[in-house]
């Protein structure tokens, strides 16, 4: 396994001494940024069975104080890595990280209160990927325009691909910040007692994503035939509010926790 990486990210090093430590020369470490020099990323993915890419901008604050770097990253990055997929020899199935930002609002979509939660009134099941897009933020727009070449690189150029619109992915070794991995931030920040910070009243339901059901999410034969590359919501049945996290002690009540209205 090839593992390309600018090591932007807080936690990268870390992860890659792990991985070099745990999977010896199994794992090959490649210090690169998917914008610059396509002649050697065409190069790593003649080599490979299968491309998985996670490279990306994540936060939509970032995004907000800086959309160009935000586009580059994110729209101008996944064009790279699509066009090196294609100019190489085998052109390996690409799986691509979206996010559920590209549904924007879920405008006309109403709600109810249940218990200490709201609820989507008329979708028990959450939004499915028919769902029409509507995106929302700098980061919504440049997810959702790389999300849709991905899906239009394989009916143009017959490239086998899918998209997976995932949201709050959480599991070890993250390094969570409060920008992005709210997960391993609540857990961070009760441990060495930080503020926290919850945007609306405690009841909005986040889905959060453990990275282990997630390592197979779908019979991967089946999804990169070239007519059947589309998106997939990843689901899962861990729906938690702010209040839960702490209600149900997945952290110690932090000796701060601030709740703001969902416009502050």
């Not at 010896?24 to 993915?45: F, H, M, W």
């Not at 890419?53 to 699509?82: K, M, W, Y």
């Not at 990275?211 to 899962?236: G, T, V």
């Not at 938690?240 to 703001?260: C, E, M, N, Y």
Request: net charge positive.
């Amino acid at each position: 396994m090839t593992v390309y990486d600018n090591f932007s990210r807080p936690g990268a090093r870390a992860n890659s001494r792990w991985l070099q430590d745990r999977h010896g020369r199994t794992v090959r470490i490649v210090r690169g940024d998917i914008r610059r020099s396509r002649a050697r990323l065409v190069g790593l993915v003649d080599d490979a069975d299968l491309v998985i890419h996670n490279a990306g901008q994540v936060a939509v604050t970032t995004s907000v104080q800086d959309p160009g770097g935000d586009f580059d990253i994110n729209a101008a990055g996944t064009l790279e890595v699509l066009e090196a997929v294609r100019a190489s020899r085998r052109r390996p199935p690409l799986i691509f990280s979206s996010t559920n930002k590209v549904y924007g609002a879920l405008k006309g979509v109403r709600t109810r209160r249940e218990g200490r939660r709201y609820a989507l009134a008329d979708m028990p099941g959450g939004v499915t990927e028919e769902f029409p897009l509507d995106f929302h933020s700098p980061y919504g727009c440049s997810k959702g325009a790389a999300d849709q070449y991905v899906l239009d690189y394989a009916r143009v150029y017959g490239l086998r691909t899918v998209v997976f619109r995932k949201s709050c992915v959480y599991g070890p070794r993250q390094f969570g910040v409060e920008d992005q991995g709210w997960v391993a931030w609540f857990t961070i920040a009760a441990e060495h007692g930080y503020p926290i910070t919850i945007y609306g009243d405690g009841r909005q339901v986040r889905v959060y994503l453990p990275w282990r059901p997630a390592r197979r999410p779908l019979p991967l034969p089946l999804a990169f035939r070239p007519q059947r590359s589309r998106p997939l919501r990843l689901r899962n049945r861990q729906l938690k509010t702010g209040d839960d996290f702490f209600l149900r002690r997945h952290v110690a009540p932090p000796s701060s926790a601030a709740i703001l209205p969902p416009d502050t």
